[in-house]
């Protein structure tokens, strides 16, 4: 997948759902925010992510002393204000080359990292919008399922480093995007796991397991409930075996 292009093409997509909407709009999926607070969010983020790979930092940047990093207050600055962080972004990481290790939140990382990161924070982000303007939400298989994968690999990084760990020892969810893939998260040796497979991979099978959850949905339905944007009940969300166990997940894994 381009993630470049992907992040720029979504990130235009954002900005069209949020063109002409009333930014005092309340966002009931981030709740006390507004579609302001989203645009500004996006926009700042993108300013953050951009001046952390083009000046090739190692260390922590204030998101607060990003130049540019309020946008104007006329309404289309604003959309131009919000697609020029994605665009400053790519143009930071070709000028500093993809591999070139700079810092984020999970430790130190390529350059490219920041794009896939940025790409998903967008998607989710428009998600917001769309659902606080009523509107239908969708993205294609091959998204979705990258969104899905990015979001539980930073789970399983960030709940190695002492964050309660969402499933306990015995514990098995198993993620079934239709048509699109399958996600395993187990407790290995007392750390979270994924395995891209079946719950019945040789990795999770070889402990022994006492409660086993099997989400399934469309792509787009399952990374939405994943990420919290629909309840865990939806009716798109179809849940069998331990149900306690996805409650469990949802209730301990980041908003």
């Given at each position: 997948?381009?993630?470049?292009?992907?992040?720029?093409?979504?990130?235009?997509?954002?900005?069209?759902?949020?063109?002409?909407?009333?930014?005092?709009?309340?966002?009931?999926?981030?709740?006390?925010?507004?579609?302001?607070?989203?645009?500004?969010?996006?926009?700042?983020?993108?300013?953050?992510?951009?001046?952390?790979?083009?000046?090739?930092?190692?260390?922590?940047?204030?998101?607060?002393?990003?130049?540019?990093?309020?946008?104007?207050?006329?309404?289309?600055?604003?959309?131009?204000?919000?697609?020029g962080g994605a665009q400053c972004l790519v143009a930071a990481m070709n000028r500093t080359g993809a591999d070139t290790p700079v810092w984020t939140f999970l430790g130190p990382r390529p350059a490219?990292?920041?794009?896939?990161?940025?790409?998903?924070?967008?998607?989710?982000?428009?998600?917001?919008?769309?659902?606080?303007?009523?509107?239908?939400?969708?993205?294609?298989?091959?998204?979705?399922?990258?969104?899905?994968?990015?979001?539980?690999?930073?789970?399983?990084?960030?709940?190695?480093?002492?964050?309660?760990?969402?499933?306990?020892?015995?514990?098995?969810?198993?993620?079934?995007?239709?048509?699109?893939?399958?996600?395993?998260?187990?407790?290995?040796?007392?750390?979270?796991?994924?395995?891209?497979?079946?719950?019945?991979?040789?990795?999770?099978?070889?402990?022994?397991?006492?409660?086993?959850?099997?989400?399934?949905?469309?792509?787009?339905?399952?990374?939405?409930?994943?990420?919290?944007?629909?309840?865990?009940?939806?009716?798109?969300?179809?849940?069998?075996?331990?149900?306690?166990?996805?409650?469990?997940?949802?209730?301990?894994?980041?908003?």
């Amino acid at each position: 997948m381009d993630f470049a292009a992907a992040l720029i093409e979504q990130n235009d997509a954002f900005a069209q759902t949020l063109r002409g909407a009333d930014q005092a709009t309340p966002v009931s999926t981030c709740p006390g925010w507004t579609l302001k607070h989203l645009l500004r969010h996006v926009g700042r983020g993108d300013r953050w992510a951009a001046q952390i790979v083009g000046d090739r930092l190692t260390d922590y940047l204030d998101p607060r002393e990003v130049p540019n990093g309020k946008p104007p207050d006329d309404a289309d600055g604003t959309i131009d204000w919000l697609r020029g962080g994605a665009q400053c972004l790519v143009a930071a990481m070709n000028r500093t080359g993809a591999d070139t290790p700079v810092w984020t939140f999970l430790g130190p990382r390529p350059a490219a990292w920041w794009i896939r990161r940025r790409l998903h924070e967008v998607i989710v982000h428009r998600a917001d919008a769309e659902l606080a303007l009523g509107g239908d939400f969708r993205l294609s298989s091959e998204l979705a399922a990258d969104g899905l994968t990015e979001w539980l690999e930073r789970v399983v990084v960030q709940s190695a480093g002492g964050v309660r760990t969402p499933l306990r020892d015995g514990q098995t969810l198993h993620l079934h995007a239709a048509g699109a893939g399958d996600w395993t998260l187990c407790v290995n040796d007392g750390a979270l796991a994924l395995v891209p497979s079946q719950p019945d991979s040789a990795f999770c099978s070889s402990r022994e397991r006492s409660s086993l959850a099997t989400v399934s949905a469309d792509a787009t339905s399952l990374f939405l409930a994943v990420v919290r944007r629909i309840p865990a009940d939806d009716p798109r969300i179809t849940v069998s075996g331990d149900g306690d166990v996805w409650t469990a997940w949802l209730d301990h894994t980041p908003f």
